[in-house]
């Protein structure tokens, strides 16, 4: 099972809106809405920030959303702040595994 | 509070065993998955294995089956993770996670066993 595909790095200025896509194939991202996004800042755990495609867990700013088209989902975050500069990683239900998740390979925000 | 608190740092040789621990806390630990996510330096998360400590279900990354051993002890609230023979490739943070049903959905996260093999 290959890793789900993003994009290395995105930037954006502070105010910005950035969107971050995560593409697989039919058997994980298009075929399943179980598509979760966690947010990494270094030397911490990730945190949980969309789940099921565009649901957000309580205590998760509205200035972060999800949503999927096809094979691909993205994160889209609205209102760019420095403190939203950290790595982020989607992660999505498979039928092509025995483990049946799989992560993307990571995209590094940066905050200009 | 739900937590899942991990066991430290380990440094070890290769060819050595190890066996690193997560023990949850604060729900019922028999009632949801726990997950295994390993993270070599530089590196992204890569799912490793879960397990289900309500009866031992078990299931791995085809990348990292034969290679780990995933384990719980219901009666502890503590899943494990061990190596019966460490190569300086294992060197990596090893997470461990919640996870409600086996979609990849967290909702907690462990703070992360660093193991460091070197000679």
């Known amino acids: 099972q290959s890793a789900l595909t993003q994009p290395a790095s995105v930037s954006g200025s502070p105010g910005q809106s950035i969107t971050i896509s995560c593409t697989g194939t039919?058997?994980?991202?298009?075929?399943?809405?179980?598509v979760s996004w966690y947010q990494q800042h270094p030397g911490k755990a990730p945190k949980l920030m969309i789940y099921d495609v565009s649901n957000r867990p309580s205590g998760v700013s509205n200035r972060f959303s999800g949503s999927k088209s096809g094979n691909t989902a993205s994160l889209t975050i609205s209102g760019l702040q420095a403190e939203d500069e950290a790595d982020y990683y989607c992660?999505?239900?498979?039928?092509?595994?025995?483990?049946?998740?799989?992560f993307g390979t990571g995209t590094k925000v940066t905050v200009l | 509070e739900v937590q899942l608190v991990q066991s430290g740092a380990e440094v070890k040789k290769p060819g050595e065993s190890l066996k690193i621990s997560c023990k949850g806390s604060g729900y019922s630990f028999t009632s949801y998955w726990i997950g295994w996510v390993r993270q070599m330096p530089g590196k992204g998360l890569e799912w490793m294995g879960i397990i289900y400590p309500g009866d031992s279900d078990t299931r791995y990354s085809p990348s990292f089956q034969g290679q780990v051993t995933i384990s719980a002890d219901k009666s502890i609230s503590t899943a494990y993770l061990q190596w019966s023979s460490l190569k300086a490739s294992d060197t990596a943070m090893y997470y461990c996670a919640r996870q409600p049903t086996v979609t990849p959905l967290v909702d907690v996260w462990g703070k992360g066993t660093t193991v460091t093999v070197s000679s």
């Open positions: 039919s058997s994980d991202v298009g075929g399943y809405n179980y």
């Open positions: 992660s999505s239900y498979t039928s092509s595994s025995t483990l049946l998740c799989v």
